[in-house]
């Protein structure tokens, strides 16, 4: 397996392109406000981030019958157990103990697609790693179509295995895949570079209103970005 090698050039370059979308600029507000207390489990609040989650990040619940109600109601009655898991996950786990964050992501997808079995239809993938990614910003990577296309080149032109494929997997063949390429990606960055990354998505952001983001935020707006390009599609 071939060691990852971020282009910074290339990413703060992505970086300032995101930034520079007002819309999604708005989006990012949005999602920061409502996930500001991801420890509240009413079912009001619940309800108010899943929906908000579903429009602004495009994960098409909407299109299936009381697919939302049922994502919403598996959120609130499981809540204690899904903060219980993540709030057991040091800061750097996903740096230092990414079979940590696989582990917690066994208990938490199923919980945020509201299935009860592997067979039963549930809430999207896409949306289920979103949901818990804003819970902490830090532990679960963000699945994204586009994201996956700018990974897989990464990974195919340093070596790196095992690669995520550029057609999604179910969620417990693909999810582990995303969490050992950021384990190693971020281990790969030095301790300079990740600052510079997220002091470059801060100040790239007009002011008031700047968001202060994780590293993983942070390069998940690089691989989006860079998924999104013409060349990369």
Not at 59 to 71: A, C, E, N, P, Y
Not at 183 to 209: C, F, H, N, W
Request: glycine share 4%; proline share 7%.
């Amino acid at each position: 397996m071939g060691p990852l090698q971020l282009n910074i050039a290339e990413a703060i370059s992505a970086i300032r392109q995101c930034n520079a979308s007002a819309e999604f600029r708005a989006a990012e507000r949005l999602m920061h406000a409502q996930f500001h207390a991801p420890d509240s489990t009413d079912a009001e609040s619940i309800a108010e981030r899943v929906v908000l989650l579903d429009r602004l990040w495009a994960t098409q619940m909407f299109w299936h019958r009381g697919l939302i109600d049922r994502v919403i109601d598996s959120l609130h009655i499981h809540a204690p157990r899904l903060l219980d898991t993540i709030r057991a996950l040091p800061p750097d786990a996903l740096e230092d103990s990414p079979d940590l964050i696989l582990d917690a992501a066994r208990v938490a997808m199923p919980i945020a697609l509201a299935r009860t079995s592997p067979q039963e239809p549930g809430g999207p993938y896409s949306f289920a790693t979103k949901y818990l990614h804003w819970m902490t910003r830090l532990h679960f990577p963000i699945m994204d179509g586009r994201a996956r296309l700018a990974i897989n080149n990464l990974q195919r032109q340093s070596g790196h295995k095992p690669r995520i494929p550029t057609s999604s997997l179910d969620w417990f063949d693909d999810y582990p895949r995303w969490i050992a390429f950021y384990s190693d990606l971020t281990r790969s960055i030095a301790q300079s570079q990740r600052e510079q990354l997220i002091e470059i998505d801060t100040e790239s952001q007009p002011s008031p209103g700047r968001c202060r983001n994780s590293l993983l935020r942070v390069l998940d707006k690089v691989f989006y970005t860079l998924g999104s390009a013409p060349a990369a599609t």
